[in-house]
């Protein structure tokens, strides 16, 4: 469903990140204006939600979504399997518990998971605070299923596949030590030894220079344990004891 205009977006988001619960007249304003509701807010806001109702109501057609006014404010009741955030949020949570049995196809499970995602959590909408809120859970979410997959993978023994996606990672702009150690190991089993002590001292710099700390010290040993060739790096080992 394509929604044009700012506000319509930012109260399609409220209602979708209220997750079936009512919104508030008070809170849909407070998203939608913050503290500078416009004269006459009342109008406006019954205006935008007749337009989002007219919308939704055409292209629903006769699947259960729609916006329903109740005396504690309005909510959107959705079709199970419609909301990609939804969705995501449940195979995160079947894969994580199928890791534990069956590595390979949890990562499969996780990766159809990680496709559901277009962009940022609620694209361009940056109004409110509960918006705000929910897509950093959402955003959370995505780091967990990520740092999540690769574990998987190296389990699997699929280390080399990894190895783009977690280089782009780890350049990012937000710094991630989980993503450099998962690097450094799927490095290390491809035969890729200075290559991953580069990329410790990479992470290193970077947290010096933009934060003014250290690595974590699981970062360090695991530093040390591949310049010693430690036995859990190798393949098919549990690389988890690293960490403890």
Same mark, same amino acid.
């Given at each position: 469903?394509?929604?044009?205009?700012?506000? !319509?977006?930012?109260?399609?988001?409220?209602?979708? +990140?209220?997750?079936?619960?009512?919104?508030?007249?008070?809170?849909?304003?407070?998203?939608?204006?913050?503290?500078?509701?416009?004269?006459?807010?009342?109008?406006?806001?019954?205006?935008?939600?007749?337009?989002? $109702?007219?919308?939704?109501? +055409?292209? &629903?057609?006769? $699947?259960?979504? $729609?916006?329903?006014?109740?005396?504690?404010?309005?909510?959107? !009741?959705?079709?199970?399997?419609?909301?990609?955030? #939804?969705? =995501?949020? *449940?195979?995160?949570?079947?894969?994580?518990?199928?890791?534990?049995?069956?590595?390979?196809?949890? &990562?499969?499970?996780?990766?159809?998971?990680?496709?559901?995602?277009?962009? #940022?959590?609620?694209?361009?909408?940056?109004?409110?605070?509960?918006? $705000?809120?929910?897509? !950093?859970?959402?955003?959370?979410?995505?780091?967990?299923?990520?740092?999540?997959? =690769?574990?998987?993978?190296?389990?699997?023994? *699929?280390?080399?596949?990894?190895?783009?996606?977690?280089?782009?990672?780890?350049?990012?702009?937000?710094?991630?030590?989980? =993503?450099?150690?998962?690097?450094?190991?799927?490095?290390?089993?491809?035969?890729?030894?200075?290559?991953?002590?580069?990329?410790?001292?990479?992470?290193?710099?970077?947290?010096?220079?933009?934060?003014?700390?250290?690595?974590?010290?699981?970062?360090?040993?695991?530093?040390?344990?591949?310049?010693?060739?430690?036995?859990?790096?190798?393949?098919?080992?549990?690389? &988890?004891?690293?960490?403890?």
């Amino acid at each position: 469903m394509n929604i044009t205009g700012t506000l !319509q977006r930012a109260l399609l988001a409220t209602l979708l +990140a209220a997750e079936g619960i009512p919104v508030s007249v008070d809170s849909l304003v407070a998203e939608l204006w913050g503290d500078s509701p416009p004269p006459h807010w009342e109008n406006a806001l019954q205006a935008h939600i007749s337009r989002l $109702r007219r919308r939704i109501n +055409a292209v &629903a057609g006769d $699947r259960p979504t $729609r916006l329903i006014v109740e005396h504690s404010g309005y909510r959107l !009741q959705t079709e199970e399997g419609t909301v990609d955030a #939804k969705v =995501f949020m *449940r195979k995160l949570d079947n894969a994580r518990l199928l890791g534990a049995t069956d590595p390979r196809t949890a &990562a499969d499970a996780l990766r159809d998971a990680l496709s559901l995602w277009r962009g #940022k959590a609620f694209g361009l909408v940056t109004h409110g605070s509960l918006c $705000r809120t929910v897509a !950093q859970r959402y955003e959370t979410a995505r780091v967990v299923a990520l740092e999540t997959l =690769f574990d998987l993978e190296l389990r699997s023994g *699929r280390h080399t596949d990894i190895i783009p996606m977690l280089s782009e990672l780890v350049e990012a702009p937000t710094l991630n030590e989980r =993503f450099c150690e998962q690097l450094m190991i799927a490095l290390y089993r491809s035969g890729q030894q200075a290559r991953a002590l580069s990329s410790y001292l990479r992470m290193r710099d970077r947290l010096d220079d933009e934060l003014g700390v250290e690595p974590t010290i699981t970062l360090r040993n695991l530093f040390n344990a591949i310049l010693n060739h430690h036995p859990a790096l190798r393949l098919g080992a549990d690389h &988890a004891v690293l960490r403890a």
